[in-house]
């Protein structure tokens, strides 16, 4: 992990899920990166200047850590938004090009519908040289069905977490399939799930990890590959339908 210090090398950028609001569902390694890295970036409207995530964990930021809000509009222009997007991850570099590691602060997990999303990608394609280590939150998904006693998927049932931006449009499309698709216990149908996923086009997006924040924790980007292995019970495939491709 980096620290505070300046080093001969450029920083690491340690991206924060705060989570919903709650100071005590902030992660323990949140915790202590804050205590560590020499920045703290946090995404601001352009209309205010206050940030949620700055005060959820404002007990743990040292004195002396310099806290930068980054403006982001609240536009719907495309072309405003990537403007943005380049701007703040063009100010992010240059922190981390200095040997300083920074820590960008987003409520609830950095990503599921986030701005640090978009930082991401235009640092992987601007700034490839640079390292990344994302510290995951809860979602406020997950708040509130831990609020209400709820659970959210038995069984064989399936999730689908959809954007309110658009109302319920996207529950109108029922034959529309999904962006983004999470098959949890894949065990031993890595071969199966992979024929679905090449029958839908979304194999070449899709990436699987067994053993999930462990020591001998994997990252397989090639399924087929995969499922000639002896399976792993802890193996779960992320499958995104995205130009963009999986950030690895």
Not at 168 to 178: I, T
Request: aromatic fraction near 6%; include cysteine; charge should be neutral.
């Amino acid at each position: 992990m980096g620290d505070k210090y300046r080093s001969p090398g450029p920083g690491v950028l340690y991206g924060i899920g705060v989570g919903p609001g709650d100071p005590e569902l902030l992660p323990i390694k949140a915790v202590r990166v804050l205590g560590l890295v020499a920045h703290i970036f946090a995404a601001a409207s352009t209309e205010n200047d206050y940030s949620l995530a700055v005060e959820i964990v404002r007990p743990h930021i040292p004195p002396a850590t310099p806290v930068e809000r980054l403006d982001f509009p609240m536009s719907k222009e495309r072309s405003v938004l990537e403007c943005a997007w380049r701007r703040n991850a063009q100010r992010i570099a240059a922190v981390l090009e200095q040997g300083r590691s920074a820590a960008f602060l987003t409520l609830g997990d950095p990503l599921t519908y986030s701005t640090y999303g978009y930082i991401l990608r235009h640092l992987h394609s601007g700034w490839p040289q640079l390292a990344v280590c994302t510290v995951p939150g809860i979602s406020a998904y997950q708040a509130a069905a831990a609020a209400t006693n709820r659970p959210l998927v038995e069984g064989e049932e399936v999730l689908l977490i959809v954007s309110g931006v658009h109302g319920g449009q996207r529950l109108l499309e029922p034959n529309r399939l999904p962006e983004n698709v999470v098959f949890m216990k894949a065990y031993r149908n890595i071969g199966n799930i992979t024929a679905a996923l090449e029958s839908t086009g979304m194999a070449a997006g899709s990436i699987a990890v067994t053993n999930c924040s462990r020591e001998d924790e994997q990252i397989h980007t090639d399924l087929h590959a995969l499922g000639r292995q002896a399976p792993n019970y802890w193996t779960l495939i992320i499958a995104k339908r995205s130009s963009h491709g999986p950030h690895t």
